[in-house]
């Protein structure tokens, strides 16, 4: 068995593999229409929001761009606080937009609190949900409530790339109006789709620009069931029928992927490792490389085991490793997972 440990992409849905062997469809045709209308009514209920939720072809990052470049016009006024590699990705995306960007810098392995974000003057505050750099999650409504305390009309946009389907989401709950995701982390469907979910707040406060990534125009052609260009329809169809499987036992899927993360945490602390995250999300384990063991060697032990796993990003590069279970993986492969963890621990930790 092949181990893929990373924090996307991950080990593919049985489901999405199924999705993935079926003939061609044409976009422009009632049965592709059909999918790509259940995938986006399957969407709404996982982001749980009443406004709408757009399939985007492409990755992550450019359903992050795409919610940065259409609700914000230049020269707005964000907050972006900075703590870890996907953060810093929205700062950019930001100032790349043209905002008046204000950057908040924090340790990266903390997440922004409360009193972090309530100050006044910003049209909107661009927040990473499960912050995968750090495997950190940070708490949206606490942080939502607070800026809105003092911005009445601001907009909160939220990445929840590797926190759809991993923890709980809720848009509108969470004072969100706007989040960013894709097909290859929770959903456990292949890389090529990027998802933004709209409020109903932010498809009033909508300030659509560009050409390919203009949301206005996708909104007209994805009530219809198409898209304004031609999309991954393959990969739409995959998401559908993993959303099809996993939705109507979402919470017993959460507490699955949270107690496998916990299994990786515990075999990790067991062997005296220290955690990255103050606050963990349950879509990835990141720990601080022991000491005196190179990140080379470490991926080295997985790789003779056939397992892949993600070292650090940014600031974090050569200090830390992350793995994750994020993918499709049951209860008994979780097991085996962590027993392949512990055999690597043993073979690099000094004997003591
Ligand atoms: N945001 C988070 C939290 C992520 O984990 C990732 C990918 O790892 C991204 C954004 C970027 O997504 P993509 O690599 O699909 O562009």
Known sequence: MDWLLTPGPVRLHPKALEALARPQLHHRTGPAREVFLKARGLLKEAFRTEGEVLILTGSGTLAMEALVTNLFAPGERVLVPVYGKFSERFYEIALEAGLDVHRLDLPYGRVPRPEDVARKGYRGLLLVHSETSTGALADLPALSGAFKAENPEGLVGADMVTSLLLSEVALEAFGVDAAASGSQKGLMCPPGLGFVALSPRALEGLRPRGYYLNLARELKAQREGESAWTPAINLVRAV?????????????????????????????????????????????????????????????????????????????????????????????????????????????????
């Open 240 to 352: 559908a029928a993993v959303l099809e499987e996993v939705l109507p036992r979402l919470k017993e899927h959460l507490a699955l992927k949270a107690w496998q993360n916990g299994l990786l945490y515990g075999v990790g602390e067991e062997k005296g490792l220290k955690g990255v995250p103050e606050v963990r999300s349950p879509a990835v384990a990141a720990f601080y490389l022991p000491k005196g063991a190179a990140y080379g060697a470490v991926k080295e032990a997985f790789a003779r085991r056939g397992a892949v796993i993600a070292g650090g990003q940014g600031p974090l590069k050569g200090r830390i490793f992350r793995l994750s279970l994020m993918g499709a993986y049951d209860r008994y492969e979780a097991l085996g997972a962590a027993a392949l963890f512990r055999e690597v621990l043993d073979e690099i930790l000094p004997a003591s």
